[in-house]
Each structure stands twice: as structure tokens, then as C-alpha cells.
Nanobody, 121 residues
Framework: QVQVVESGGGLVQPGGSLRLSCAAS????????MAWYRQAPGKHREVAAT???????IYADSMKGRVTISRDNAKNTVYLQMNSLKPEDTGIYYC???????????????WGQGTQVTVSS
């Protein structure tokens, strides 16, 4: 019923930039919080940035000053602009969306399949 699909990952040199996109589609009534998580090799998945339905961003300490999360509610899309990338930013980046489906009384979590970000020279 609902799909969440990320795009924009790839290989970038240290100090470079990437912009990730995530679009939700399907029988959507409303999207609440959206977020980007990342999972570095051999580590647990952790939140990188969250954005509320009203557009208020919350950043992990490790990402502050280097990333900007934004959303386009008309397109059911969330973005993550990442600058000054470091090798330790390498990992799989997952999109999260709290979505209420048409006909349902409550929202639930939906995840994308992940997009690989590799920061290396």
C-alpha cells in the first residue's frame, strides 16, 4: 500500500557533498515525522536527522553543522543535504516515515530499502 524509496547515494571524496531524497507513495492520508538513519559497517543503525510534520529539524550531534534535513509535504518527500563529508559518514542511509494510511486510525513506521553512501578518496 505504501512505498518509501530513497535515492541520491554514491561515492564522494572527503569534503564533498551529497543530497539524498526519499519519496513516499501509495494510499497516504498523512505523514508525520520523517527521518534519516544511518548504519555504518559493523555498527547499529542510528538516527542522523529528524524533521517534524511542521518542518522543525532535529540533528544528531555528529551531524550538526554539516547536514540539513528538509521536506516537501506536497510531494511526500524528505531530503538530506550533506556537506563536508568524512570517511566516518560512510554507511547505508535509511529513510523513515511515520505514515497514516487511508482508512487507518493510527500511523505506523515505514522504512526505505536504504541507499549506500561511501566517502573515500
Amino acid at each position: 500500500q505504501v512505498q518509501v524509496v530513497e535515492s541520491g547515494g554514491g561515492l564522494v571524496q572527503p569534503g564533498g557533498s551529497l543530497r539524498l531524497s526519499c519519496a513516499a507513495s501509495g494510499s497516504i492520508f498523512r505523514i508525520y515525522n520523517m527521518a534519516w538513519y544511518r548504519q555504518a559497517p559493523g555498527k547499529h543503525r542510528e538516527v542522523a536527522a529528524t524533521i517534524t510534520v511542521g518542518g522543525n529539524p532535529i540533528y544528531a550531534d555528529s551531524m550538526k553543522g554539516r547536514v540539513t534535513i528538509s521536506r516537501d509535504n506536497a510531494k511526500n518527500t524528505v531530503y538530506l543535504q550533506m556537506n563536508s563529508l568524512k570517511p566516518e559518514d560512510t554507511g547505508i542511509y535509511y529513510c523513515y516515515a511515520n505514515i497514516q494510511v487511508n482508512g487507518d486510525s493510527a500511523a505506523r513506521a515505514y522504512w526505505g530499502q536504504g541507499t549506500q553512501v561511501t566517502v573515500s578518496s
